[in-house]
């Protein structure tokens, strides 16, 4: 087996995709792999009930912009602990070919998903 030297971990938040975290952070001080966090916010969101459609931009600046620091307060917790870690925050309807594009894009040897997430 060829030791992964990156190693994309999708993150939803969810427990599940934290606790897939933990497994990839495991493989990541094994093997001495970089670890790549993946967020995938939708294009076109579903707008809380107060929130306008005249506001959508901004509404989903700021789940972009969340996304990014809870992602940035991961990786440093993975950084703590000696692992190289990075972030990116993903844009589209598809969050599956989302994640294969990412990885693709970061070079990934790896993906580590939970089997379960936020939408079960």
Do not use: C, W
Request: hydrophobic share 45%.
């Amino acid at each position: 087996m060829m030791n992964p030297k990156i190693i994309l971990s999708p993150i939803d938040f969810s427990d599940s995709s934290l606790e897939a975290l933990d497994v990839a952070s495991d493989i990541a001080t094994r093997y001495g792999s970089a670890v790549v966090l993946v967020h995938v916010v939708p294009f076109i969101p579903k707008l809380p009930g107060d929130v306008s459609i005249f506001h959508e931009g901004d509404y989903e600046r700021g789940l972009i912009g969340d996304a990014g620091q809870r992602l940035a307060d991961l990786a440093a917790k993975l950084k703590e602990k000696g692992i190289t870690a990075r972030t990116t925050v993903g844009l589209a309807n598809d969050a599956a070919m989302e994640i294969l594009r990412t990885a693709e894009h970061e070079h990934a040897d790896l993906i580590v998903i939970a089997t379960h997430g936020m939408t079960g």
